[in-house]
């Protein structure tokens, strides 16, 4: 199933090794269902259980070292030029197949800014040191954090269209919920029914059950990492802030969207809600519209919260995006402030065929948070909506 | 929901410390939903974003160091003595947290040997040298191999009821097999209605769903680690073979049941069938019947494979038994033959608590494989079958 899309990212692998003058990219793995690299996912697809090395190589072969039980599962990916098989142990067959391509450099995923990038485990990189003991091959180590992340980042065609297909998904659930969620019932009851559909299309959420969806009624509920909670219920002139996403076939979509509840005889919303929702909407919108090709991580961040501040709104105390595809934090590039919790990822430089979630809100006294997130695709020249923006707060 | 269960490895933890002798075990984790640490799901049991450290003391101190995001979830679970939220960046809190613990080593998740104790990834390591540098305390790191090792393994009263429960309803879906698998339907069809009744109870399978369950139908179908093929039927005559298992609660269970799918007119199984059945179950007995504390993983392997050859058919070629627990292969003591591939991990010893997969199985030539794996929870005198096995072939 996943074969075309594997053979893509390996095809763009052997592009970037050029690009980035590296001769040699090895993800080193083993038992993948404990302990998961994210870039197998993207080159491979499937969990080993034995040590495995899958080898890419500037010029363009593509090298998997894996137990004979495995190699035929891997070979029929198509991904691979050369399946090694191995038997009693790794270490012959890497040491031959390392040396025969005597790279001056060898990228490996260890990644002080980049978890996406950082998938090689302490104590199995001391393996991998032990087995390459003598030859000098150890020696050309490097961190294979630029490759990776531009592998990661730039979606392939069959990607993007994976992801359109969940935020669809994503959408389509939060335009159930004015009908999924009654007035009284709590946050955790909202985020029940939710999962329910969830179940029903037989997908996943695209990050922790517990947490998404987030599901936020009214003024006295905490913001930010709290889950939906069995205390708090909707009740009518509240704003009801959902951020939510589903996972299908293996990609992630993020969107936050958020209603008004009117009172009884009630028209329109509030005057504040409405000036909180096109405050966080323009914020949006400039960050979107400094969203392009070239322009490093934290300018698109400053964009969106200058406009917030310059509409008498405080700055969110979060980023502004961050990359979405296999995993909803995808890693790499983060558009966000230049603050020492971000070390080095807002200087990340933006690359056509990123897909970002980008987020902000505000809080309306007495009403309750206006949230609205979506995902984006970074184009030649700017940026494309893959969800419609909220561009009236919609009202139940 | 978890937080009795984290409660119960965090006490646990305290006294396998003191039993070590080690001051200081430390989880130190990023972004974990792409970089997961297995011990994170027992001692916190949700995922964390910015950098955090969980520090468990031999005097029984439980220290989680977190963003003040995500103070108050991690406070919920009852489980720590001390929590530490931090603003911008978690270097002095964890200096000053350790400094004051003084302790003489500090045992951190890396290990060559225990995949399920290697959850530290290397970039990130070097993140913590440099936090610690000029402290003298990255002098004092260990592997925290025997406490992972001796936590994950021993598992507790609510550990052990959620894996009964998985194991009953993984039972319970191998029983509806002759119902959902119908003449001439192939193995990947089979997978499929497996995988709806999965859905259906809105659980998921105990490994990826692409090879779980695992069908083998008749002779001619590939054993090992191949998925159910869609151009492989099950017909009359043959041996209908599933690997399966269902998590549960965030625990797993790891089932192999057979069938042999009689023809017309024929009352049992043909003799090299019920010869080979009965060599496969008298040889799993074998090894059941070795497994008890203080003795080593290979001795247990070396037992059912002994009764094996005794019985005339070739050893298998594979380990005997694995832990199960959160995960299907749960790390640390393999009850496998020394063999290079296993490492160090036939070496350990089986402790009270343990619950283990074990499996073995031979082939019929011309009717298929006859696999069989049982669930076992070690007790202070010997094993308690989790899963009642299967003691007469299943007939379909």
């Given amino acids: 199933?996943?074969?075309?899309?594997?053979?893509?990212?390996?095809?763009?692998?052997?592009?970037?090794?050029?690009?980035?003058?590296?001769?040699?990219?090895?993800?080193?793995?083993?038992?993948?269902?404990?302990?998961?690299?994210?870039?197998?996912?993207l080159i491979l697809g499937m969990d080993m259980v034995w040590q495995s090395a899958f080898i890419v190589t500037r010029g363009g072969e593509r090298i998997a070292i894996v137990g004979q039980h495995d190699a035929e599962n891997v070979a029929a990916t198509g991904g691979y030029t050369h399946i090694v098989p191995y038997l009693q142990g790794i270490r012959d067959a890497l040491v031959e197949t390392l040396t025969a391509l005597a790279p001056a450099r060898i990228a490996l995923n260890y990644s002080e800014n980049d978890v996406a990038a950082d998938g090689l485990a302490h104590g199995l990189m001391q393996v991998l040191k032990r087995h390459l003991a003598g030859t000098g091959l150890?020696?050309?180590?490097?961190?294979a954090e630029d490759i990776v992340g531009?592998?990661?980042g730039r979606k392939s065609p069959a990607e993007?269209?994976?992801?359109r297909a969940a935020v669809a998904t994503t959408l389509a659930i939060h335009r159930m919920i004015p009908s999924l969620a009654e007035i009284g019932m709590s946050e955790a009851a909202i985020a029940g029914r939710v999962h329910q559909r969830v179940r029903e299309m037989g997908l996943s959420t695209a990050w922790d059950a517990d947490y998404c969806p987030i599901v936020d009624c009214g003024p006295d509920t905490p913001i930010g990492h709290a889950g939906p909670l069995p205390g708090i219920t909707l009740e009518r002139g509240m704003l009801l802030h959902v951020d939510f996403g589903v996972k299908q076939d293996a990609y992630c979509a993020d969107i936050q969207r958020t209603w008004y509840v009117r009172r009884e005889g009630e028209e329109t919303p509030p005057e504040a809600v409405l000036r909180g929702f096109e405050a966080a909407r323009g914020a949006l919108q400039a960050g979107f519209d400094a969203l392009k090709p070239g322009a490093q991580g934290w300018?698109?961040?400053?964009?969106?919260?200058?406009?917030m501040v310059e509409a008498g709104y405080p700055e969110?105390?979060?980023?502004f995006g961050h990359h979405v595809g296999r995993s909803a934090h995808d890693g790499a590039t983060v558009l966000g402030p230049r603050w020492e919790r971000y070390g080095e990822t807002p200087?990340?430089?933006?690359?056509?065929?990123?897909?970002?979630?980008?987020?902000l809100g505000v809080m309306v006294e007495g009403c309750g948070y206006v949230g609205l997130e979506d995902n984006v695709l970074v184009?030649?020249?700017?940026?494309?909506?893959?969800?419609?923006?909220?561009?009236?707060?919609?009202v139940i």
């Fill in 150 to 152: 531009a592998l990661r």
């Fill in 1 to 41: 199933m996943a074969a075309g899309l594997v053979r893509e990212k390996l095809d763009q692998a052997v592009d970037i090794l050029g690009e980035k003058g590296v001769d040699v990219w090895m993800t080193f793995v083993r038992e993948t269902s404990l302990s998961p690299d994210p870039s197998l996912d």
């Fill in 316 to 319: 969110y105390q979060h980023a």
């Fill in 347 to 359: 200087y990340g430089v933006i690359e056509a065929g990123n897909v970002f979630a980008i987020e």
């Fill in 138 to 143: 150890a020696e050309r180590f490097i961190s």
């Fill in 160 to 163: 993007v269209a994976r992801i």
């Fill in 379 to 394: 184009t030649e020249t700017g940026a494309e909506w893959l969800s419609e923006p909220e561009d009236a707060l919609w």
């Fill in 299 to 307: 300018q698109v961040d400053a964009a969106a919260r200058a406009a």
